[in-house]
């Protein structure tokens, strides 16, 4: 984006005072705005809008369906780049970093977690939590050491060896939030995480992020469900594009 | 090669394993592509490696200045006595040659139990012949220059060619020839003889070699010589007459060139092979001559060689569409490697590991099937087939190349593959 269009873009002072008073920044969209094109059309996904998430922050973005919400998402993990606007990572313009550089961060900085989970069906619950370390060159034993602590920190210690369709869809969201944090990330993205459980199972995963939350993860968490928003700090709404506090 | 990279390579041998079906397929096709590859390599390959070998027996450092054996009627037959055979080591003065004249001709061959004489070529040789040959005597020993020439009153020695030994003596082992007797008539005189020697045939593809030598329209002089069905006589055992060829044997192949410049200088245009049906002398390297069936020989097997190239890109299409199918079915799995840090390079890897092993997997599988192919079809249609270890290694070789010519596309795809695109439509 140029000089120009971000003097243009005014800037959101409720979305970002949280990096005017000081705190650490871990994540700063300023303008950050991502444009499709589908065949003639330009579709905007996301309008120039301003976010600052700080270090230790629990986030829930709540929106209607097609709302940009997921895109906001790819955004920040890193998944896609925004055709205007600048985005600040732990310190680092995303724009100026190489596909290799953005699979690093993506690698060392965040957590994902997907409504559908997203294991490999064809792997051991150790071995879907290893996955993370694999790219980060970590050695086979400690792979599977902090795999192994990962799971059971989620409570899963019995399961390491069964695989995904062995086990039910809250066992299953929980080897996914182990294989993100087994990278000790610094931002966790979660995506509709209990989107696909019944009650219980969807709980014992919120609990388990709130515990990462309470331990300095950053969290920010997109969901439809109300009652999950509020167990966040913070609400913020998804609207056409747009970005705004509950 | 780092760790990642050790792990990444891993993951693409787990794949491998884990999905049995689809990596048999496709292992499937690349064993065919490589059946085919071996085969061809054995008979195409192997024949070119035979007749080069050919080649070296028959004594690549050998030249000769010949007779024609078949002359166009009318064609008077052009002398060649002692003088062009003092003239010939004249000529070849410093080059140290070893010049043997040779005497040839046709003659019936008695033996007892058989009625009928077999009319087999006589060559009357010094000893110094059988260098020209550069073949060993199978059994028995060579002529030595006290052996007698045979007369009516007093028994010769001879040698013979295994094939000759077949033909005289076909129920026996061509080792029970030596010791054996035959009678022969030469210039009207009958002489007996008594077998000092068998000589081993060298040439594996003798019908090859008959073949090739019907194509050209006449026999020629080196034909006669390849036949080795001849007998072998001493120098004296003819009267005096007209020598059919002179061998000379020299010690390296400049020396053999520059011995042809040298002869070619005095028997002019006799270089050219179509000078047969003229009359006129020939002088021609052996080596040059086996290199002209090599070329013909080559011609098939290049039609062989087009065969399992084309069987190769064939196979290399179908694996690499299955691949391209296979790596569709994985979107999921590539953007979640994405999402957790693969670089695009460690998805190609990966791709490219699981197409190379599962290609290699159906080479190993391909080889012992491409041998028995080739075995069968040796039995089926008598070709020559030659099979090597070093033809597995190429077939080796070319199932690697055979996964990595079908996993670019299907790599490239998987490591451009946007992760976002992929978790916007199918992931949530």
Redesign the interface.
Known sequence: MTADANKAHPHDPFLVEGCADGAEALAVLDGVARTYRSGAVEVEALKPLDLCVRRGDFLAVMGPSGSGK??LL?VL?C??RPTAGRYLLDGHDVARLS??EL??V???VIG?V???F?L?A??SARRNVE??L???????GERRQRASEALDSVGLSARMTHRPNQMSGGEQQRVALA?ALV?RPRLLLA??PT?NLDSKAGERVLQLIEDQSRAGTTVLMITHDPEVAARAEQTLLMRDGGLSRA | MNRRMRSVIREGLLHVTRHPLRSSLTAFTSAIAIAVTVNVISLSFGMQEDIAGDVDLFGRHTLDVGVPPALAPGVKRPSLGEAQVERTRRLLTGLDPIVVPRRQRAAPIRVDGIDEPYRLQVVAAAPAYLRTLSIPVAHGRWLRADDAPGSPELEGTCCLDEASAVRLWPQRDPAEAVGARLEMRIDGVARTMRVVGVLSDPLRYRELFETFDEGRGARTLTSSLLSFRNIYVPAATFGPGDYTGISIVLPTDEAVLEAQERLIAVWADARDLAALSRGSLIVFVRKQWMEALGTSTMQGSMVGNLVWILVVLVAAVMISTLNLITVRERYDEVALRRCEGAQRRDIALQITVEGVTTALIGGIVGLPIGYVGAHVLREIVQFPFRFELRYAAVATGVAILLGLISSVIPARHAATLQPARVLGRRLR
């Open positions: 997921s895109t790819h993990g998944l896609d596909d290799r699979a690093a993506r690698n060392a994902f997907f409504q559908r997203h490999l064809d792997e996955l993370p694999l790219y980060a060159g970590v050695a086979r294989r990278k995506d509709e989107g």
